[in-house]
């Protein structure tokens, strides 16, 4: 397996265009000071490397701006040659007067441009100034191996990176001119575990005058297909970063025993996500609706050896939670049962799911709660991994049949077809079980759908779900969820509840990285918090920035198909 020496090149960035050159090329030598195999043969600066996304105006934004064959990105391109190695540099570039695009320009060691990505999602008061890209996310071929582009806040959404991996991806290079901490600390990490690519960022340093923020925060990082840091610059440094890559690892999008995280999707059902602002509903919601706060709660279990024992301990949890007000609670995935035992004998477990369910309804009726419960389905020869809502009056609500099946389930569950959201009180309530939240299409979908709430029956089998992908799927969402882990999952980590935070909000970047509350690991645990989801109706993450509304679904035709490359 071939192996890449690649380098982030953090600094910070003036107001002066001749000095931030100069300053560029200089680092672009410093980097390139290694000899050897040390020596990087690919290389990242940081966003609008030219000047910093803050004008007077118009005209000034296009002053300060390059063209793609200018003395700036010329210079660029020599250095390239001149150390035999692939620089990709970003810049605001000209386009028709007076237009300006954030453009990420991959420049190989020949010193030729082998290709450039338009920013599609730009960040509040960029869009004064810079327009909005024009044409879809590519991958590129190089020695190197596939490099795709995308910028910045484009990282804050799933669209633009899955595309990219669903592409063929390899390699994501992700330049940075954040004032957060939550894009090296979150969505880079998840953006890279969720596809298995390799991800490179890298951000300015210094400080942003009169800015959103007092600082660009530095962080530059390159993280593995699994969402590890493996090499990260500091917060405050002008510093080069190296690590050594293997591209080919990203070919692999194995977790755990035969399940693939691009060959597992069902981009047949995935219709929502090229649907325009005018066609999903949650764009029709009001957003100032007023919706009553609910106290919820995951209750941790998992079975013990004996369903009846697990029912008694899971009731008596439940009774718990409920004497403290909770009215909205979500049990784990499949809780009741042994996993395996039930690729044995789904029929014994569908007839017990049967018993379990009519005793939730009793508990839900007596108590005047709900209860999100994950069992075992029959209809006809067939069986279903499915989560039923119940509501106060032992009523069923609806139920969501799991569409992304395990490995193990694929023995004997069939996948369900449908992302349906239903109507509670306390706001829209849509539903994913297991390995559904791996698939970032699914939280997306039921967010288009309308979803406020998502209620999550889990089990926690790889490393990156609990530590960063779920925290993601509420954050690129904007909405409340709650995620209840079975105790026996192989990842030791507690269940989780995650409010969306009110915008605005002070620092800017909370409210794109929320902070989950937890629980303990192990059996008869639980967690509970108050729940606001109307502060999700309002899906904007900062001024004139908003995370449903910007999407460009014109562009997102690649997820609606089985292959993982080729043109769309």
């Given at each position: ?56 105006d ?30 990709a ?26 290709g ?19 044409t ?29 991996a ?18 090296g ?32 925060v ?9 969402g590890r ?137 007596e ?59 306390f ?33 926690w ?6 530590s ?49 509350v ?51």
């Amino acid at each position: 397996m071939s192996s890449v020496r690649v380098a982030v090149v953090q600094y910070a960035v003036g107001n002066d265009v001749e000095q931030n050159l100069s300053k560029s090329l200089r680092f672009i030598d410093l980097a390139c000071a290694p000899t050897g195999a040390l020596k990087p043969a690919l290389m990242l600066l940081p966003e609008v490397c030219n000047h910093p996304s803050r004008y007077r105006d118009q005209e000034h934004a296009y002053g300060v701006a390059v063209t793609l064959t200018g003395p700036f990105v010329t210079a660029v391109a020599a250095k390239a040659r001149e150390h035999a190695t692939h620089i990709a540099m970003n810049a605001t570039v000209k386009g028709p007067h007076p237009q300006v695009f954030d453009t990420t320009i991959l420049i190989g060691p020949d010193g030729h441009i082998i290709g450039t990505h338009e920013k599609q999602y730009l960040f509040g008061p960029e869009g004064d100034c810079i327009s909005i890209g024009r044409t879809p996310g590519r991958v590129y071929e190089t020695s190197v191996g596939r490099i795709g582009l995308y910028i910045c806040q484009e990282g804050l959404i799933p669209e633009s990176s899955r595309v990219l991996a669903i592409e063929g991806a390899q390699i994501l290079l992700n330049p940075l001119n954040s004032g957060g901490p939550d894009e090296g600390d979150l969505h880079i990490p998840a953006r890279a575990a969720e596809n298995r690519c390799w991800v490179i960022s890298c951000n300015n340093v210094g400080p942003i005058p009169g800015a959103h923020a007092r600082n660009f925060v530095g962080g530059s990082a390159i993280v593995d297909p699994t969402g590890r840091v493996i090499a990260q610059a500091s917060e405050t440094k002008e510093e080069v970063v190296y690590a050594t890559i293997f591209p080919e690892l990203a070919d692999d999008k194995k977790v755990g025993s035969d399940n693939d995280l691009l060959a597992d999707r069902r981009p047949e059902l995935y219709g929502m996500l090229t649907a325009t602002n005018e066609e999903v509903p949650v764009c029709a919601q009001p957003a100032d609706e007023i919706l009553p706060r609910v106290r919820v709660s995951a209750i941790q279990v998992s079975f013990d050896g004996d369903i009846s024992r697990t029912l008694i301990r899971t009731i008596d949890a439940i009774r718990h939670v409920s004497a403290a007000g909770t009215r909205f609670v979500v049990l784990p995935e499949l809780s009741f049962f042994d996993r395996d035992q039930v690729a044995v004998d789904p029929a014994a477990a569908s007839r017990a799911s049967t018993d379990v369910f009519q005793q939730l309804q009793a508990l839900s009726r007596e108590l005047g709660i709900y209860i999100v419960a994950s069992l075992i389905e029959a209809e006809g020869s067939r069986y279903f991994s499915t989560a039923y809502l119940l509501g106060p009056a032992g009523d069923l609500i609806g139920k969501y049949r799991q569409v992304h099946l395990w490995s193990s389930e694929r023995r004997w569950a069939s996948p369900g077809n449908e992302f349906p959201v239903f109507k509670t009180p306390f706001g829209q309530v849509g539903m994913m079980i297991g390995y559904d939240g791996l698939m970032p299409e699914t939280a997306r979908i039921l967010t288009l759908q309308g979803a406020d709430i998502l209620a999550y029956p889990a089990t926690w089998r790889v490393d990156s779900e609990p530590s960063v992908i779920v925290v993601e799927r509420a954050a690129e969402n904007r909405v409340c969820l709650i995620a209840a882990a079975r105790a026996d999952s192989e990842v030791l980590r507690g269940s989780m509840i995650i409010q969306a935070d009110r915008f605005p909000c002070f620092p800017h970047w909370w409210i794109r990285s929320p902070i989950p509350v937890e629980c303990s690991p192990g059996n008869g645990m639980h967690v509970s918090s108050g729940l606001a989801a109307m502060y999700g109706r309002d899906k904007r993450d900062f001024d004139k920035t908003d995370q449903v509304r910007n999407r460009r679904p014109e562009f997102y035709g690649a997820l609606l198909r089985d292959s993982r490359r080729g043109p769309v």
